[in-house]
């Protein structure tokens, strides 16, 4: 008798042991808001050239332009409130608020051909791309475990890939109406699905909702028995809670400080590594570079390795740290830039050197620089934003990162556009790889190591260690 009920006892607590599958799950479907970003973020890129070309519009190519720049516009214009979003109404509502704006740019693609109105439409998507960045990382962050984390909360940046890879595919066979009602489901599709998912226990425990958040536990561990987790929870956000959740306590004291900076240099090198510009311009860039590979299925192939490349990285990227990995890969992609770089020069400046031969370099060359960001450049960021902030400034200081992110989208576009116009295609890869060099040696002295670290563990080695070397 004894021994069978030791042999239930084991076998209950065998069953409660936990699974990591709902919190993969609440991850994979908060992603839809960011394939949608994706798609819009890469719009351009197969629909800017048909709109300079099709009469229809009567739209130069300088209006065009600013296609890639109206998005980052709705980013800094929207990013500064919403801290009252993610504080006052939950990561999760904040999240599915982002489905309003992008369905408004989708059915002003649709319909509209005025030059104002698809303005309106990249600022719209903009404001999407603001509520998406400032809630999305925050939820992944504060719902995964450690382990989940390392490796699922890669899964943002790779749907913001697979949207910019299914967009230059759509773009390829369909024209902007027909790809605009087909992306307008996707939006509509995540409120529903994700309305079905709790908000996060660390959310439920800032707001002395204990109950719940006990609750939200039990629902992203599959476990009844929560007690150790819902004690660590409780002493974390109080320890966390116990500072003001001030914008002078953003700055002042040094741990947010240290976040702060790390996460806007973060931010900062990567749209200065090139890695967003190039999605929006890749059709663009393939058509300027003179391939022997139509700049179509150039586009379709060259996001197609890079969601492949950025989904394989993520099984991997808890492998080595997240401080080695980042500079690593801002090493290399500066090395490939650059030689990218030296060719657009020689084809555009040498004519005597005949590189008919080598005609496949520029899109070789860019899927190079896929290799190297996939497993730093291009996850990195994203992944750490959530992880760098406590439970009292998070929303000031993911609100603040977002806004530079804006920012630094919209420079770095039009240091791209700007130095091509200047001196031509050579020049934004010649700028790019600089900044990532450069940033190389930064990184050393500003990042933090978050491999393997809880959330309160993060913010306690920001606290007692010498992160800055």
């Not at 962050?141 to 890879?165: D, Y």
């Not at 996001?303 to 997240?322: I, K, P, V």
């Not at 450049?377 to 406590?390: A, H, K, R």
């Not at 790889?433 to 940033?439: A, K, M, Q, R, T």
Request: glycine share 8%.
């Amino acid at each position: 008798m004894n021994m069978s009920v030791s042999e239930e006892d084991k076998s209950a607590q065998k069953n409660d042991d936990g699974k990591e599958w709902p919190q993969i799950l609440a991850i994979l479907l908060g992603c839809l808001s960011s394939l949608t970003g994706g798609l819009l973020f890469a719009w351009p890129s197969p629909f800017l050239p048909k709109i300079i070309n099709d009469k229809s519009y009567n739209i130069t190519q300088d209006e065009a332009s600013n296609f890639t720049t109206f998005n980052t516009v709705g980013i800094i214009v929207l990013s500064p409130f919403l801290i009252l979003f993610t504080d006052s109404f939950g990561r999760k509502k904040t999240l599915m608020f982002s489905a309003i704006p992008t369905s408004v740019a989708w059915i002003i693609k649709a319909f509209s051909k005025d030059l104002y109105w698809l303005y309106f439409a990249r600022f719209s998507c903009g404001l999407g791309d603001a509520i998406l960045f400032a809630a999305l990382p925050i939820y992944i962050g504060e719902v995964a475990s450690p382990k989940v984390r390392g490796t699922w909360g890669n899964a943002l940046i790779c749907s913001v890939f697979l949207g910019q890879f299914i967009m230059n595919v759509l773009g390829y066979y369909f024209s902007i109406e027909t790809t605009s009602f087909i992306c307008l489901a996707l939006p509509v599709t995540f409120v529903l699905v994700f309305s079905l998912m709790p908000e996060t226990p660390y959310f439920y425990m800032m707001k002395g909702n204990e109950e719940a958040a006990r609750q939200s536990l039990r629902t992203f561990k599959r476990k009844h028995n929560v007690d150790a987790e819902f004690e660590e929870l409780k002493s974390d956000v109080r320890r966390q809670m116990v500072q003001a959740g001030t914008w002078r306590n953003l700055f002042m004291i040094e741990q947010n400080r240290k976040g702060l900076i790390a996460a806007v240099f973060l931010r900062t090198s990567q749209m200065f590594g090139g890695l967003l510009v190039f999605a929006s311009y890749t059709k663009f860039i393939f058509e300027k570079s003179g391939g022997n590979i139509d700049p179509s299925l150039s586009s379709i192939i060259y996001m197609g390795t890079s969601f492949s490349l950025y989904t394989l990285s993520a099984f991997f990227s808890d492998t080595f740290g997240r401080r080695k990995a980042y500079m690593t890969s801002l090493a290399l992609s500066g090395l490939v830039l650059l030689i990218e770089g030296i060719y657009l020069y020689i084809d555009q400046y040498q004519p005597g050197i005949d590189l008919s031969g080598i005609k496949w370099f520029p899109l070789a060359g860019l899927l190079g620089f896929i290799v190297t960001s996939s497993f730093g450049l291009g996850i990195i960021p994203t992944l750490m934003l959530g992880e760098l902030f406590s439970a009292s400034i998070k929303a000031k200081g993911v609100s603040l990162t977002a806004t530079n992110f804006g920012l630094m989208i919209l420079l770095a576009n039009v240091v791209f556009y700007e130095t091509n116009k200047a001196v031509g295609l050579y020049g934004p890869f010649i700028v790019f790889g600089c900044c990532n060099i450069l940033s190389t040696f930064i990184s050393y002295f500003v990042l933090p190591e978050t491999k393997g670290k809880t959330l309160d563990e993060i913010q306690q080695h920001l606290k007692t260690e010498k992160v800055w070397k």
